[in-house]
């Protein structure tokens, strides 16, 4: 099972539509989460982090599910301009290793 | 202020011939990360330095692969004896704080790596 899994999509969606991501991983002692934006032949830039308490920022929510090992993205009101892969990440970190694992990423299309 | 710069943004290599990515970190950033990004894949972690020290290089695919950062600044990711499956975008990234603080990475563009 790979660490961390996402549904590669893609997702085809309307202009002002509601969509979510999951994404799920297998090591229960990771400690920090995050989702990555990467646009077609660009380099990943940080969407936003993601925390226990669940966090938003404008269109975006991010929340965490420590139990069921999975994070989710919810984007509201969908623009063109979302259009994008989403790509979440996760980090172990201990002594003397650094564990930061990306999910192979879910493509989303809005569509107008 | 400048970002992580990557050199070169394009390389083709033909089989068997070594290669050599440059990185330039955000000045001032203590970590520094690679990856390796296939087509239609997520990146893949390779190496992470804390300064120059190499903290972790369990993602090297093999040891053709070997990375450096003797001053704590520029890296330099070198691939010996390249192979086809070596073909893909080479990612570095950089973050201001220290090992265990969820600080930003913040990615170069990548070099577009071509073994023919």
């Known amino acids: 099972r790979k660490e961390v899994e996402q549904d590669p999509g893609p997702f085809n969606v309307p202009e002002g539509a509601t969509v979510a991501f999951n994404c799920t991983y297998s090591?229960?002692?990771?400690?920090?989460f995050f989702w990555y934006r990467q646009d077609c032949r660009k380099e990943p830039k940080l969407l936003m982090s993601?925390?226990?308490s669940g966090n938003e920022d404008g269109r975006f929510t991010a929340q965490l599910n420590r139990a069921s090992q999975y994070i989710s993205l919810l984007i509201r009101d969908s623009k063109l301009s979302d259009s994008a892969t989403y790509l979440c990440?996760?980090?172990?970190?201990?002594?003397?290793?650094?564990?930061?694992?990306f999910g192979k990423g879910t493509k989303l299309s809005v569509i107008p | 202020g400048a970002g992580v710069s990557q050199s070169p943004r394009y390389k083709v290599a033909k089989r068997g011939q070594d290669v050599a990515l440059r990185c330039d970190p955000i000045?001032?950033?203590?970590?520094l990360f690679w990856y390796q990004q296939a087509l239609g894949q997520g990146p893949e972690f390779l190496t992470y330095?804390?300064?120059?020290?190499?903290?972790?290089k369990s993602g090297l695919p093999s040891d053709r692969f070997f990375a450096e950062r003797p001053e704590g600044s520029v890296s330099t990711l070198k691939i010996q004896r390249t192979q086809q499956e070596d073909s893909a975008v080479y990612l570095c990234?950089?973050?201001?704080?220290?090992?265990?603080?969820?600080?930003?990475?913040?990615f170069g563009p990548g070099t577009r790596l071509t073994v023919t």
């Open positions: 990234a950089s973050r201001g704080g220290l090992q265990g603080v969820s600080y930003e990475q913040y």
């Open positions: 090591n229960s002692a990771s400690q920090s």
């Open positions: 993601v925390y226990s």
């Open positions: 990440v996760v980090i172990h970190s201990g002594a003397g290793s650094y564990q930061l694992t």
């Open positions: 000045s001032g950033h203590v970590s």
């Open positions: 330095f804390q300064n120059e020290a190499q903290l972790d």
